[in-house]
C-alpha cells in the first residue's frame, strides 16, 4: 500500500514596520526584556490599540502579490485564550473577514512550476516570549503587539520538501518586497503545518494534526518527515490518526500530542469593538500595486535574456535581493556581464559569507566592481590583483582605478622587466631548472611564481611562463 | 460660598471675581467629606494633600495672569477612570493598590484646562450594577435618603454631587450607569454620544457602549465639561471628527420650532406614577416653552434588555480577562501553575456579579451558541438603533423616564438580579444606539426622593438634549428649582 500526505501550512511573517501593531513602542529586535513596551501593548486597564495602517499596507501589498483578493472592508477580531505571554489573554487578530482572501505562491517542483494555492492573509499581534529558569519563569513583552502577517495555505502541498520550497519562496517574496525581514533566527518566520495521511487515490483527506513550535525550515522538514511516517505507520497497522495537536521537539527528532480535539481552545472570537473595520479603496490598492517590485522569477528570466546569464548563475544571484540589485546595477554599467556574475558568485558572496556583512555594509560600489573587471578585461592588472584589490575595497574602500595608480599595481607586460625577473628567478633556483630540465614541467610553476614575487605580482603571468621556457630552452 | 449647593460655573465664576480661591474650596469640599463620607461612602479614596497642592498650583497660575476655562475648579472622579499616580480599581479587589501610569485623554484634556482631581468615587466593580453595592469597597447611599442606593454604577459621584461633597464629578455610561444615579440623588447626568469622548484611559467594560460623562448640578456644568472633554483622539479609534455642536444651541432659553418625541414604549404600566407624572410634567414644560410633543414609537425596545445583557457581558469577557495575576494588580499567592494562578486570582479578585457577567460573556459567545445569541443580539441592537433614526426623522429630541421608580431601598434588589438589570431598561437602548442621553431632575417625591426625566437625542447632536434641559432647568427657576416642585 501506498500513501500520500497532504500538507497545509500556516506561516507567520513578522512584519517590517517601525512601531508595533497597535502602539508606538518600537518593533526592532532585541534590548532588554520589557524596555519596548507602554500600556496598549503591555494590556493595561483603559488602553486602547490604534492601528498602524503601515502593517495593513504592507499585508495588503503581500495580497497583491500573490494575487490575492485584497477586501474592500476587513475586521479586526479578538481571539480569547489565557496564556501568560498574552497581556490581554485576547489577541488581537482577524477571523472571518480577513483583509486577504486567496491568491497562490509559485514554487518550483519536480521540475516543473507549480501553484500554491493560499487560504487567506490576516492581520495580527504578536504575543510575548516566556522563559523558564529553574523554578521561575518570566515574561518578555517586547515582541508583545509586534505585527505578524498569518499566510494560510490550502492543503495541497504533498511532501515535507515541497513545503520547505514553499517556505523558501515565500521568504523570497516578502524580502523582495521588504515586507520581512525574514530572518527566522530572530523568529521573524515561524510555522504550523497541518498533515494528513490518506492511501493513494483516496479523494477525501485523512484525519490531520497540527504540527506546533517550528521555527527553522529545517524543523520544518524533519517534522513533517516524522509525522507523516508517523501516521503512516499508524495506518499501516491497522490504526486511526487522532485528530489533534502536536508539538515538535527539536532535540528529541519527534512530535508528541499538545492536546486533543476535545481540549481544543474555544476561541470565542468576536469583532473587535474598539477598532473600526479596515477599508482598502481602490486608490490605496492602486498605489500598492505600483510598491510591488519585481519579483525573483521575473528577475531570473530578464537575467538570462538581457545579460546572457545561464539559468544556474541567474537562480543564484536572484535569490538574495540585495545581491541581485548588486548583480543589476554592476551589470548595467559593465561591457562584461558574465564577469561580474562570475564575481558576484565567488568573491562577494565569499566575502559577505566570511563577514557575515551585507552588500548594504560595505563600502563598495556597483560601478567600482564594473571598473575592476574592466581593468582585468584591458590586462591592466591580473587576476591575482584584482582579487587582492577587491579585498582591500571590500574592507576599507576605494576606488580601484586610483588604487592601481596609488600601489603600483598596473600588470607589467615588458619584456625588459620580466626577462630580468625570470633571468634572477633562474638563478636563485638551480634546483627547480633542473626539476624542469630533467622533465618536471610542473617546477615551471614554482618558476612563475617567483617572477611573481619579484614583480609584487605585477607580471602578466602568461608573458612570464613564456620567458622562462625561453630561458630554461638553452 | 456654599459649597454645598454652589455649581461649577458659579464657582468658577467666583474664582475670577477673586470671591475664592481654589484652595479654599478645595479645603472646603475636602471638610464636607471628612465628614460625611463614613456615611455615604461616596468617595474611595481622596489624597487631600495632592488635591490642595494641584488647588494651589491653579491658584498661582491664577495670580500670574493665566486663565483656562477649568483653572482651579475641582472635579470628583470615577474610579474607573485614569488619573496618573491615583488609585484606579474599579472599586474591586482584583485591581487593589492599582495605580494609574496615566491620564486618560478625557483626563488630560480637563488638566489642560485647569481642572484639580480630587478623588476615586465609589462604582459598583467594573461599573456593573445599577446601585453601587456590588463594590468591593461597600455600598455607597443615597444622601437624600440613606436607606436608599445611590444607583450605579456612578452612584459614588452621584452622591458626592448631591451631598455637596463635589462640585461636579466624571463617570462612565455603559447602560444608564452616569444617568440612572444622577436621577437617584438627583443631579445632572449627561452621556455624550458614543466616540464623541475619548475612552482612552477608561477602564473598559463593554467597549462598544461604555462613554465617559459628567454629573453635575446644573445642565450648564455638563456643557461646560463636554466641551473640555470632547474631540477625536488617535488613541480611540472610535472617536469621531464630526464637528463639535454650537455651544449656543446648547444654553436654549426656550424651545420654540422644536419637536419633542414621547415614545409610548416607555411609559408602560409599571412605570411608577410618580416617576410618570414628573415626566408628563416635564413635556408640559416643554410645551410651555414653545416645544411641539408628539407621541412616538420605538417598537424594538422590548428587546433592549435581551440585547444588552447580551452584548455588555460578551464585551466584558474579553475586556477583564487582563486581571490575570501576571502583570499588575491582586496575584493570589501559592499558585503551582499558570492556569492556577488565574484560578485562584480570579476567584478572590473578582466578585459576585462580576463573575456572573464574565460567566454570561463567555457563554454567549462561545462556539455553537454565537449565532443564536451573540449574532442575534447585535441583528437587534440594529434594529434598535433604526428605530430611532426614523423616529428622529420625526422629532429633533425625545423626553422619556431614566428609572421606572424613584432610588429603591439598600438590598431590595441584590439577590434578584434580572430586577436589578431591569433597572436599565430606559437607559439602555441610548446605549446600544450611540445617542447621548441626559437625565436632569424634575421634582421630588412624597418621600422627598428625586424624580427624573431623560432627553434623548441624535447621535453627535449634544445640542439637541443640553438645549432642550438647559430650557426646562431655566423655566423650573434654575439648577435647584426642581427640588422646589413636586410629583
Given at each position: 500500500m501506498?500513501?500520500?500526505?497532504r ?5 507567520h ?7 508595533k501593531?497597535?502602539?508606538?513602542c518600537?518593533?526592532?529586535?532585541g534590548d532588554?526584556?520589557?524596555t519596548?513596551?507602554?500600556p496598549?501593548?503591555?494590556g493595561y486597564p ?8 503601515e502593517a495593513v ?8 502579490m500573490?494575487g490575492?483578493?485584497v477586501a474592500?472592508l476587513?475586521?479586526?477580531?479578538r481571539?480569547?485564550y489565557f496564556y501568560?505571554?498574552?497581556p490581554?489573554?485576547?489577541?488581537i487578530?482577524?477571523?472571518?473577514r480577513?483583509?486577504c482572501?486567496?491568491?497562490?505562491v509559485?514554487?518550483?517542483?519536480e521540475g516543473?512550476e507549480?501553484?500554491?494555492g493560499?487560504?487567506r492573509i ?6 510575548g516570549?516566556s522563559?523558564?529558569f529553574?523554578?521561575s ?7 508583545a503587539g509586534?505585527p505578524l502577517?498569518?499566510?494560510v495555505t490550502?492543503?495541497v502541498?504533498?511532501?515535507?520538501e ?7 519562496a515565500?521568504?523570497?517574496?516578502v524580502r523582495?518586497a521588504?515586507?520581512?525581514?525574514g ?5 521573524n518566520i515561524?510555522c504550523d503545518?497541518?498533515?494528513?495521511v490518506?492511501l493513494?487515490g483516496?479523494t477525501a483527506?485523512?484525519a490531520k494534526?497540527?504540527i506546533?513550535?517550528?521555527n527553522?525550515f529545517?524543523g520544518v ?7 507523516i511516517?508517523?501516521?503512516q ?7 486511526r ?7 515538535w521537539d527539536g ?11 476535545e481540549?481544543?481552545h474555544d ?5 473587535e469593538?474598539?477598532l ?6 481602490p486608490e ?8 510591488i517590485p519585481e519579483?525573483?522569477?521575473?528577475r ?6 538581457d545579460?546572457g546569464?545561464?539559468?544556474y548563475d ?9 545581491v541581485?540589485?548588486?548583480f543589476?546595477?554592476t ?6 556581464p558574465k564577469?561580474?556574475?562570475?564575481w558576484?558568485?565567488?568573491e ?5 559569507a566570511?563577514t557575515g ?7 563598495v560600489a556597483?560601478?567600482q566592481l564594473a ?6 578585461d584591458r590586462g ?10 577587491f579585498a582591500t575595497?571590500f ?6 582605478v586610483?588604487?592601481v595608480?596609488?600601489?603600483?599595481l ?11 625577473w625570470a633571468r634572477q628567478a633562474?638563478e636563485e633556483?638551480p ?8 622533465g618536471?614541467?610542473a617546477?615551471?610553476?614554482f618558476?612563475v611564481?617567483q617572477v611573481m ?7 602578466h603571468?602568461?608573458?612570464?611562463a613564456?620567458?622562462l621556457e625561453e630561458?630554461l630552452k638553452? | 460660598m456654599d459649597?454645598?449647593s454652589?455649581?461649577?460655573g458659579e464657582?468658577?465664576?467666583g474664582?475670577d471675581?477673586?470671591d475664592w480661591?481654589?484652595?479654599e474650596?478645595?479645603?472646603?469640599l475636602l471638610a464636607r467629606i ?13 489624597d487631600a494633600?495632592?488635591?490642595?497642592s ?11 495672569g493665566?486663565?483656562a476655562?477649568l483653572?482651579g475648579?475641582?472635579?470628583a472622579?470615577?474610579?474607573n477612570i485614569n488619573?496618573?499616580?491615583?488609585s484606579?480599581?474599579?472599586a474591586?479587589?482584583i ?8 491620564d486618560?485623554?478625557?483626563?488630560a ?7 484639580v482631581?480630587?478623588g476615586?468615587t465609589?462604582?459598583d ?7 453601587t ?11 437624600r435618603n440613606p436607606?436608599c ?6 452612584g459614588?459621584s452621584?452622591?458626592a454631587?448631591?451631598a455637596g ?5 466624571l463617570?462612565?455610561?455603559?447602560g444608564?450607569?452616569?444617568?440612572q444615579?444622577a ?5 445632572v447626568?449627561?452621556?455624550?454620544s ?10 473598559a467594560?463593554?467597549s462598544?457602549?461604555?462613554q ?7 445642565v450648564?456644568d455638563?456643557?461646560r465639561?463636554f466641551?473640555?472633554?470632547?474631540g477625536p483622539d488617535a488613541?480611540d479609534?472610535?472617536t469621531?471628527t464630526l464637528p463639535?455642536?454650537a ?10 420650532g ?5 415614545p409610548?414604549e416607555y411609559f408602560?404600566?409599571a412605570?411608577a406614577?410618580?416617576?410618570?407624572a414628573?415626566v ?6 416643554c410645551r ?7 407621541d412616538?414609537?420605538l417598537?424594538h425596545?422590548?428587546y433592549a434588555?435581551?440585547?444588552?445583557y ?9 475586556n477583564?480577562?487582563r486581571f490575570d ?9 501559592g499558585?503551582t501553575?499558570?492556569?492556577?494562578l ?7 479578585g473578582?466578585?459576585r456579579e462580576?463573575k456572573?457577567?464574565i460567566?454570561l460573556g463567555?457563554?454567549?459567545l ?7 445569541y451573540y449574532l442575534s443580539?447585535q ?7 433604526d428605530d ?7 422629532c429633533?429630541a425625545?423626553l422619556?423616564?431614566v428609572?421606572?421608580?424613584a432610588?429603591?431601598r439598600?438590598?431590595?434588589k441584590t439577590e434578584?438580579p434580572v430586577q ?7 437607559t439602555a437602548t441610548?446605549?446600544?444606539?450611540g ?6 431632575p424634575?421634582a421630588m417625591?412624597?418621600d422627598g426622593?428625586?424624580l ?5 437625542g441624535?447621535?453627535f447632536?449634544?445640542?439637541?438634549v443640553?438645549?432642550?434641559a ?12 426642581w427640588m422646589?416642585?413636586?410629583?
Amino acid at each position: 500500500m501506498t500513501y500520500e500526505a497532504r500538507i497545509g501550512l500556516e506561516v507567520h511573517v513578522q512584519l517590517k514596520t517601525r512601531s508595533k501593531m497597535f502602539c508606538a513602542c518600537s518593533a526592532e529586535f532585541g534590548d532588554e526584556p520589557n524596555t519596548r513596551v507602554c500600556p496598549v501593548c503591555l494590556g493595561y486597564p483603559g488602553a486602547m490599540p490604534a492601528m498602524n495602517r503601515e502593517a495593513v499596507e504592507l499585508t495588503a501589498l503581500t495580497g497583491l502579490m500573490v494575487g490575492a483578493q485584497v477586501a474592500p472592508l476587513s475586521v479586526f477580531a479578538r481571539k480569547s485564550y489565557f496564556y501568560p505571554d498574552m497581556p490581554k489573554n485576547y489577541q488581537i487578530s482577524q477571523y472571518d473577514r480577513p483583509l486577504c482572501i486567496g491568491g497562490a505562491v509559485a514554487i518550483e517542483w519536480e521540475g516543473r512550476e507549480k501553484l500554491v494555492g493560499l487560504t487567506r492573509i490576516h492581520l495580527e499581534e504578536d504575543v510575548g516570549k516566556s522563559s523558564h529558569f529553574g523554578t521561575s519563569s518570566g515574561v518578555d513583552f517586547n515582541r508583545a503587539g509586534i505585527p505578524l502577517m498569518e499566510i494560510v495555505t490550502e492543503p495541497v502541498l504533498t511532501a515535507p520538501e515541497e513545503a520547505d520550497a514553499f517556505l523558501q519562496a515565500l521568504r523570497q517574496m516578502v524580502r523582495y518586497a521588504g515586507v520581512s525581514d525574514g530572518n527566522m533566527e530572530r523568529g521573524n518566520i515561524r510555522c504550523d503545518a497541518n498533515c494528513s495521511v490518506r492511501l493513494r487515490g483516496e479523494t477525501a483527506l485523512g484525519a490531520k494534526t497540527e504540527i506546533k513550535n517550528l521555527n527553522t525550515f529545517k524543523g520544518v522538514l524533519a517534522a513533517l518527515r516524522y509525522e507523516i511516517r508517523r501516521q503512516q505507520d499508524v495506518l499501516a497497522a491497522g490504526g486511526r490518526v487522532a485528530m489533534e495537536t502536536r508539538r515538535w521537539d527539536g532535540e528529541t527528532g519527534t512530535t508528541a500530542s499538545m492536546r486533543s480535539k476535545e481540549e481544543a481552545h474555544d476561541y470565542r472570537y468576536f469583532p473587535e469593538p474598539d477598532l473600526m473595520p479596515v477599508a482598502m479603496a481602490p486608490e490605496q490598492l492602486a498605489a500598492l500595486q505600483a510598491r510591488i517590485p519585481e519579483l525573483p522569477r521575473a528577475r531570473r528570466e530578464r537575467f538570462c535574456r538581457d545579460y546572457g546569464l545561464p539559468a544556474y548563475d541567474s537562480e543564484v544571484l536572484a535569490a538574495d535581493k540585495a545581491v541581485a540589485d548588486f548583480f543589476d546595477e554592476t551589470a548595467r554599467v559593465s561591457d562584461n556581464p558574465k564577469a561580474v556574475s562570475n564575481w558576484m558568485m565567488t568573491e562577494v558572496l565569499a566575502k559577505l559569507a566570511e563577514t557575515g556583512r551585507t552588500l548594504a555594509e560595505t563600502p563598495v560600489a556597483p560601478r567600482q566592481l564594473a571598473e575592476l573587471i574592466a581593468l582585468v578585461d584591458r590586462g591592466q592588472i591580473n587576476m591575482p590583483t584584482a582579487k587582492s584589490l577587491f579585498a582591500t575595497m571590500f574592507d576599507k574602500g576605494g576606488d580601484p582605478v586610483a588604487l592601481v595608480e596609488q600601489e603600483g599595481l598596473a600588470q607589467v607586460s615588458s619584456a625588459d622587466d620580466i626577462g630580468a625577473w625570470a633571468r634572477q628567478a633562474v638563478e636563485e633556483n638551480p634546483k627547480s631548472v633542473a626539476d624542469y630540465r630533467s622533465g618536471k614541467k610542473a617546477a615551471l610553476q614554482f618558476l612563475v611564481g617567483q617572477v611573481m614575487r619579484r614583480s609584487r605580482g605585477r607580471a602578466h603571468p602568461q608573458k612570464a611562463a613564456e620567458a622562462l621556457e625561453e630561458l630554461l630552452k638553452g | 460660598m456654599d459649597t454645598a449647593s454652589v455649581t461649577l460655573g458659579e464657582a468658577l465664576a467666583g474664582l475670577d471675581r477673586g470671591d475664592w480661591s481654589s484652595e479654599e474650596l478645595v479645603s472646603d469640599l475636602l471638610a464636607r467629606i471628612e465628614a460625611g463620607n463614613g456615611a455615604l461612602n461616596a468617595y474611595l479614596d481622596v489624597d487631600a494633600d495632592d488635591a490642595l497642592s494641584q488647588a494651589r498650583a491653579a491658584d498661582r497660575q491664577r495670580a500670574r495672569g493665566e486663565r483656562a476655562p477649568l483653572l482651579g475648579a475641582p472635579l470628583a472622579v470615577k474610579d474607573n477612570i485614569n488619573v496618573a499616580g491615583q488609585s484606579c480599581a474599579c472599586a474591586s479587589r482584583i485591581l487593589e493598590g492599582y495605580k494609574a501610569p496615566c491620564d486618560a485623554t478625557a483626563i488630560a484634556r480637563l488638566r489642560r484646562e485647569g481642572a484639580v482631581f480630587l478623588g476615586r468615587t465609589n462604582m459598583d466593580e467594573f461599573a456593573m450594577g445599577s446601585s453601587t453595592e456590588y463594590s468591593a469597597r461597600g455600598p455607597a447611599r443615597n444622601p437624600r435618603n440613606p436607606d436608599c442606593v445611590p444607583g450605579g454604577s456612578s452612584g459614588g459621584s452621584a452622591a458626592a454631587v448631591a451631598a455637596g461633597m463635589a462640585l461636579a464629578a466624571l463617570g462612565s455610561d455603559t447602560g444608564g450607569s452616569i444617568r440612572q444615579p444622577a436621577a437617584f440623588c438627583g443631579c445632572v447626568g449627561f452621556k455624550p454620544s458614543y466616540g464623541r469622548v475619548s475612552r482612552y484611559g477608561l477602564t473598559a467594560f463593554a467597549s462598544s457602549l461604555d462613554q465617559i460623562g459628567s454629573l453635575t448640578r446644573g445642565v450648564d456644568d455638563a456643557t461646560r465639561l463636554f466641551f473640555s472633554m470632547a474631540g477625536p483622539d488617535a488613541r480611540d479609534a472610535t472617536t469621531v471628527t464630526l464637528p463639535l455642536p454650537a455651544p449656543e444651541a446648547c444654553r436654549r432659553e426656550d424651545l420654540k420650532g422644536v419637536v419633542i418625541g414621547v415614545p409610548k414604549e416607555y411609559f408602560p404600566s409599571a412605570l411608577a406614577p410618580d416617576v410618570r407624572a414628573a415626566v408628563l410634567a416635564a413635556a408640559e414644560t416643554c410645551r410651555a416653552l414653545g416645544a411641539e410633543t408628539r407621541d412616538i414609537s420605538l417598537p424594538h425596545t422590548e428587546y433592549a434588555m435581551a440585547v444588552y445583557y447580551i452584548v455588555a457581558p460578551a464585551e466584558a469577557s474579553a475586556n477583564l480577562a487582563r486581571f490575570d495575576g501576571v502583570r499588575y494588580g491582586r496575584r493570589a499567592a501559592g499558585a503551582t501553575s499558570p492556569m492556577d494562578l488565574y484560578c485562584r486570582t480570579r476567584s478572590e479578585g473578582f466578585g459576585r456579579e462580576v463573575k456572573r457577567r464574565i460567566l454570561l460573556g463567555a457563554y454567549v459567545l462561545s462556539s455553537g451558541y454565537y449565532d443564536a445569541y451573540y449574532l442575534s443580539a447585535q441583528k437587534a441592537r440594529t434594529l434598535i438603533r433604526d428605530d430611532f433614526t426614523a423616529a428622529f426623522r420625526d422629532c429633533d429630541a425625545i423626553l422619556a423616564p431614566v428609572t421606572p421608580s424613584a432610588a429603591f431601598r439598600m438590598g431590595e434588589k441584590t439577590e434578584d438580579p434580572v430586577q436589578m438589570y431591569l433597572t436599565d431598561v430606559f437607559t439602555a437602548t441610548a446605549n446600544l444606539a450611540g445617542l447621548c442621553a441626559l437625565s436632569l431632575p424634575c421634582a421630588m417625591n412624597a418621600d422627598g426622593l428625586p424624580l427624573a426625566a431623560q432627553l434623548i437625542g441624535p447621535a453627535f447632536r449634544e445640542d439637541a438634549v443640553l438645549g432642550a434641559a438647559a430650557a426646562l432647568e431655566r423655566a423650573w427657576g434654575g439648577p435647584t428649582g426642581w427640588m422646589g416642585r413636586r410629583a
